[in-house]
């Protein structure tokens, strides 16, 4: 992304990449009868456009909205359960953790200061895979440090701190409590404490950002990333907020902000596709942050193929060599994009299905712009298993079509 969904990265726990900076390669469906197309239109949709589709000076002013913030931070996120050495918790999906005792850190709180060299010295490194391939980077960790008196370290003291620094840091959002945002208009750093009397430790979460000089991501952006990094933290051990019945209807949160704002451009796109390109044209749109393709078919027969796939239902598997009510072609659509004879429909939402043959998942969804009904199909770039597969994530993501999605955080 970046949510990067790239598949080696991904497994049930790790569904969410939801992004990535390779372009795809996907056959070009071929139905000569769905529309009389002569030639395709390629279109490549990137970030570079979004500066055309979001204004720049909004999106640097009036970073802090105390509202937009906890309505971020009270969000609930598809998430993943880690059993770790000394408890369990719970992380949104675009999370990776490692339990370390190794590193190089000295770090100044003020009245504390962690040290590696502390024989008792414990970590848990967290990767955030949003930010992977992103002129961009971060830097996250748990640090464990033994007190005795809680009131040692506290969140005023930290503020107190960073005021007395010879290079002043700007505090951003506190809630005087358990945590501080702060840094400049381009890097935005999370401090969270949160004592764990169990172990007799305090839980300190520290997260630094340094944004390079070619970075394409607004100071909104950054400080979207930031707020992140704090709604994980604080729920890091609120196993509670695990929904596992419909866990995955909670993906799009953990998108970037960046990538939520490509994917309302992408949307935007399609709908414009009509104007925009002649009828004779099959449209074929790359998209290098999510590693999909999107096919758009217009012509005569779509009504048909959307009248027959309004007979399929969740669950049903739908076998062309038995279905022999089906149009011509939907047929010839069908084993266009797939290779078996028999494929499953696993969800489906309005106009949108998620279906499989075995081996591809892909998503077909019908949509009417000025008059005209453009099939949609979305696919990426590998076969799938159960345990190793995108589509899900971007069938959640393409519900939101019509509306689009909030990019304020």
């Not at 390669?25 to 009868?33: H, L, N, R």
């Not at 979460?205 to 994980?232: E, N, V």
């Not at 589509?391 to 304020?408: A, S």
């Amino acid at each position: 992304m970046t949510i990067k969904l790239k598949k080696q990265r991904i497994t049930v726990c790790k569904k969410i990449r939801l992004i990535i900076a390779l372009i795809t390669s996907v056959t070009i469906i071929s139905c000569a009868d769905l529309s009389s197309i002569k030639k395709t239109e390629f279109l490549t949709i990137t970030g570079e456009n979004l500066s055309e589709f979001y204004d720049t000076k909004e999106e640097n002013d009036s970073i802090v909205d105390t509202l937009e913030i906890n309505k971020v931070l009270l969000q609930k996120s598809t998430s993943r359960i880690w059993e770790l050495n000394n408890f369990t918790v719970t992380t949104p999906i675009n999370f990776d953790l490692r339990e370390e005792k190794t590193g190089t850190f000295k770090i100044d709180l003020g009245k504390v200061i962690i040290d590696s060299n502390d024989p008792e010295f414990e970590r848990i490194e967290v990767e955030d895979i949003n930010v992977e391939d992103m002129v961009f980077q971060d830097y996250s960790n748990f640090f464990y440090i033994p007190l005795k008196n809680r009131s040692i370290l506290t969140v005023e003291s930290i503020i107190e701190h960073l005021e007395l620094g010879i290079d002043k840091e700007q505090i951003f959002y506190t809630d005087n409590k358990s945590f501080i945002i702060y840094g400049d208009n381009k890097n935005f750093n999370v401090i969270h404490l949160n004592y764990l009397e169990s172990i007799k430790k305090m839980e300190v979460f520290i997260s630094y950002q340094k944004s390079g000089p070619f970075s394409d991501l607004s100071s909104r952006d950054l400080f979207s990333l930031a707020l992140t990094k704090l709604k994980m933290a604080q729920n890091f051990h609120n196993k509670d907020s695990l929904d596992e019945t419909d866990n995955w209807n909670y993906v799009i949160p953990t998108m970037s902000r960046y990538h939520r704002k490509v994917a309302n451009l992408t949307f935007d796109v399609i709908k414009k596709i009509p104007n925009n390109v002649p009828t004779e044209k099959k449209v074929e749109l790359t998209l290098p942050d999510f590693d999909i393709t999107i096919d758009v078919h217009r012509g005569k027969n779509i009504d048909t193929v959307q009248q027959d796939f309004q007979s399929f239902r969740t669950a049903n598997i739908v076998s062309l060599q038995t279905r022999k009510s089906f149009q011509k072609t939907t047929n010839n659509f069908i084993k266009s994009i797939f290779t078996d004879s028999e494929i499953n429909v696993l969800n489906r939402a309005n106009n949108k299905l998620l279906l499989s043959d075995g081996q591809k998942k892909k998503i077909v969804f019908f949509h009417r712009t000025n008059d005209q009904l453009m099939l949609i199909c979305v696919s990426d770039d590998y076969e799938y298993s159960e345990l190793d597969d995108n589509m899900d994530i971007y069938f959640e993501l393409f519900k939101n079509f019509e509306k689009g999605i909030d990019v304020f955080y």
